[in-house]
């Protein structure tokens, strides 16, 4: 592969490992949230997390433009700390992490409710406190289901397309990923390009979709 | 080692529902009576992982739950070993880690002795899955021992195991409790279990007290 494929390669899955780490955390909560609480607002919440995984890419992008672009809210937030999100390689992590947090939500939410509540009630009878509990019985308890969904989410972050342009667009060494670039290079004839990007992309995708559903297998 | 429970509440579950009006001062104590005569239910309730509508729990003069005084100890602070009927150790741990879950920074020797009177040294490293029937139970009666449980709840510790086993599991839990002096409440629908193990037997049926007093008055006559 030529040099400049090679490294829009490795920017994405370099993208993708830490779009992949940004959403976990919230994804995790939110999983358990879904899974184990009932509360005022929750299936409007979890309807708003899920909502990138049925409305257009290039609409959730857009979205994510006027928040963060320059007039929008979180856009004024990141300017007044100097943080500039919109056009850099930022936006092609947020826009990763927000596409792929769905699929880890609702991997790791099935997960959760498959954990019996009858062992954290025993961790509570031994003592446990709910974060303790969290940690140390649900967790790893779901934590194939857990590890399945943010394979999912991570190879759905490789193959971010449409927010991503939205927000990060497609320049060449600063934000250009795999899904651009097979697009760009198609764009220009350089099939050579854009078949090896795709066929790096198919094994990526393959790898990881493959060790999710193995892991999804009880 | 006797010690006093008060089990005065009134517990609605779904169309269920348990009314019990106890006193009781007894160094073991079996609540006694056939499948869904809401023993377990009770049990829970002591443990802290149902509520009560209204009544009051308590062990000595410590009040567990008291709808009156607006009284609801966690269960994680009522430092009650609970071994349920489906054992429940953690399956994503040995031995080693299921018996030392609760035990915050509990002395080594405490460790060594709850292995040792529940024979539990060599299997220490083993995974639960690994375990035999028997062995979970001792298991998780260790775990609940080593939580510096001041009282021991256990549901039909002897179910599912076969006459052999439950003979060996009945030697360790009378073990256990001339060991340890630790106060047990105790649920069986077996009187054999009942008589050899406890001095008390509460005797429940559809969720209501039919019957309470010593086990060798009671027991005879069912």
């Known amino acids: 592969m030529a040099d400049d494929v090679w490294q829009v390669a490795v920017f994405t899955l370099t993208m993708a490992v830490v779009a992949t780490l940004v959403m976990l955390p919230p994804g995790i909560v939110f999983a358990w949230l879904f899974a184990r609480h009932r509360f005022r607002g929750c299936t409007a919440l979890e309807t708003l997390v899920m909502l990138p995984l049925v409305i257009p890419p290039v609409a959730t992008g857009l979205i994510l433009l006027r928040l963060f672009g320059r007039r929008g809210f979180f856009g004024r937030v990141a300017e007044s700390v100097g943080l500039e999100v919109i056009f850099t390689w930022k936006a092609v992590i947020l826009a990763m992490a927000v596409m792929g947090l769905p699929l880890l939500v609702r991997a790791a939410r099935g997960a959760f409710e498959q954990v019996d509540r009858r062992y954290e009630q025993i961790a509570a009878s031994l003592g446990a406190g709910p974060l303790r509990i969290f940690f140390t019985v649900t967790l790893p308890m779901a934590g194939r289901g857990v590890l399945a969904g943010v394979l999912l989410a991570f190879s759905r972050a490789v193959g971010e397309f449409g927010a991503t342009m939205m927000l ?51 | 080692m006797s010690f006093s429970l008060t089990l005065e509440f009134t517990l609605q579950q779904g169309e269920f529902s348990v009314e019990i009006d106890e006193r009781i001062e007894a160094d073991a104590i079996a609540l006694y009576g056939p499948s869904g005569a809401g023993k377990t239910t009770v049990l829970e309730a002591v443990a802290g992982l149902r509520q009560p509508e209204r009544g009051r729990i308590a062990v000595g ?86 939580a510096g449980s001041r009282m021991l709840l256990l549901d039909e510790p002897l179910s599912a195991l076969d006459v052999a086993l439950q003979r060996r599991v009945m030697q360790y839990l009378v073990r256990v409790h001339d060991e340890f002096n630790i106060p047990m409440l105790y649920v069986s629908h077996r009187a054999d279990e009942v008589l050899m193990l406890t001095d008390w037997v509460v005797q429940l049926d559809n969720g209501c007290v039919t019957a309470s007093g010593p086990s060798k008055d009671i027991l005879p006559r069912v």
């Open chain 1, 168 to 218: 990060a667009g497609n320049m060449p060494g600063s934000t250009r990923t795999i899904a651009s670039g097979i697009y760009i290079y198609t764009e220009v004839g350089n099939d050579a390009a854009a078949t090896s990007l795709m066929l790096a992309s198919i094994m990526i995708a393959f790898g990881s979709l493959w060790f999710s559903n193995r892991l999804a297998r009880p």
């Open chain 2, 61 to 146: 003069d410590r009040t567990l739950f008291g709808s009156e005084d607006g009284v609801d100890v966690p269960a994680r602070h009522r430092c009650i070993g609970y071994v349920p009927q489906e054992i429940a150790l953690f399956p994503h741990m040995n031995v080693r880690q299921n018996v030392t879950y609760g035990a915050h920074g509990a002395p080594t020797e405490d460790l060594s002795r709850v292995l040792a009177v529940l024979d539990l040294e060599p299997l220490v490293e083993r995974r639960v899955e690994q375990l035999s029937g028997g062995e979970q139970k001792r298991t998780a009666i260790a775990r609940a021992l080593m």
